[in-house]
Nanobody
Framework: QVELVESAGGWVQPAGSLRLSCAAS????????AAWFRQAPGKEREFVAA????????YYADSVKGRFTISRERVNNMVYLQMNNLKPEDTAVYYC????????????????????WGQGTQVTVSS
């Protein structure tokens, strides 16, 4: 079993930056693919970014490409999401997710492929 805990989100003005972190415990060493998803009010949970162990290649949703950066610190079992140039449409609850599977690129955005989820953290972008 793996437990995931996200850091506190917060409020930020448009064009601002925020960094989220996700701490994994339990059988954290079994995690192969880690990701961030988000869910805005009244909307489906959507993919934001993912990263695999091994090649460490990141994969981003088009809506955040060039603004968000996902990274992973295996030694401390941490996953980060650096969010820059935030927009009001980025407002959502952000969730950390993980799986022990080595997902192919086309599956990394599929929330059904992730076995473990954090409790979520609110990010609000407004002036």
């Amino acid at each position: 079993q793996v437990e995931l805990v996200e850091s506190a989100g917060g409020w930020v003005q448009p064009a601002g930056s925020l960094r989220l972190s996700c701490a994994a415990s339990g059988r954290a060493s079994s995690i192969y693919t880690a990701a961030w998803f988000r869910q805005a009010p009244g909307k489906e949970r959507e993919f934001v970014a993912a990263i695999r162990r091994g090649d460490g290649h990141p994969y981003y949703a088009d809506s955040v490409k060039g603004r968000f950066t996902i990274s992973r610190e295996r030694v401390n079992n941490m996953v980060y999401l650096q969010m820059n140039n935030l927009k009001p449409e980025d407002t959502a609850v952000y969730y950390c997710a993980a799986t022990s599977s080595s997902l192919i690129l086309s599956s990394m955005s599929n929330k059904g492929r992730y076995d473990y989820w954090g409790q979520g953290t609110q990010v609000t972008v407004s002036s």
